[in-house]
């Protein structure tokens, strides 16, 4: 499963960060995570607003840090 | 090149989601007018363009975008109303809709100008 989270770098960014990493863990999934803090691939996305959360491609989160149940349900 | 135009915002500082702005683009020339006005509010930094063909192909960022909209306003060329017929059918019904037809706007006689364009900024701007 690929993870990647979208964002500049801020405290909500790295907050759904570490959510994602531990939702990842508790699920026992075998994932590769990477951040993408720039702009123009950010809007490849056709994300408006960060942070924003991206699994195997497509975009479940917007604009907010899920809680860690929301994680699992958007990693399952 | 990027999906749409506009700058991605960040959402901490508690910022509210984004103002997007629907065009029908279509191709006449009022399709073309709602556009343009589209574009010109997006650099004018009123609301962020994105793209229609975003919301009727689920495209997943545009969609969940648009979910956290601070508000949606539509802007179709003519009665025919794509652009707010396609968000409603992608479950978008919190829609503030412009119609330029209803501004005066003939189909088929409409000019593209800075002129035309100006006019249909002013009345988008009531609902941005």
Redesign the interface.
């Known amino acids: 499963m690929k993870i990647q989270v979208l ?2 770098g ?3 960014c790295t907050k759904l960060l570490e959510t994602a990493a531990a939702a990842a863990k508790e699920l026992g999934l075998d994932y590769e995570m990477e951040k993408i803090a720039d ?2 691939q ?11 959360l ?1 699994v195997d491609g ?7 840090v899920p809680s860690l149940d929301e994680m699992k349900k958007f990693l399952r | 090149m ?3 135009q ?7 500082g508690g ?1 509210a ?2 103002k ?1 702005i629907f065009s029908c683009s279509g191709c006449a020339d009022v399709g073309e007018l709602a556009d343009q006005a589209a574009r010109k509010l997006t650099r004018d930094g009123a609301g ?1 363009m ?2 229609l063909a ?1 919301i009727s192909g689920r ?7 648009t ?2 909209a601070q508000s949606i306003l539509a802007i179709d060329g003519c009665p025919l109303d794509c652009a707010r017929k396609t968000l409603e059918i992608a479950g978008f019904t919190r829609v503030n809709h412009l119609r330029l037809s209803d501004l005066g706007f003939e189909k088929g006689k409409a000019e593209v100008s800075a002129s035309s364009i100006a006019s249909v900024i002013s009345k988008a701007m009531i609902y941005l």
């Open positions: 964002g500049p801020c405290a909500k702009i123009n950010i809007m490849s996305f056709g994300v408006m607003m960060t942070p924003g991206v497509e975009v479940k989160s917007v604009g907010k | 990027s999906t749409m506009g700058e991605c915002g960040c959402s901490c910022n989601g984004p997007i962020k994105a793209c975003g495209v997943s960022g545009i969609v969940k975008s979910e956290i």
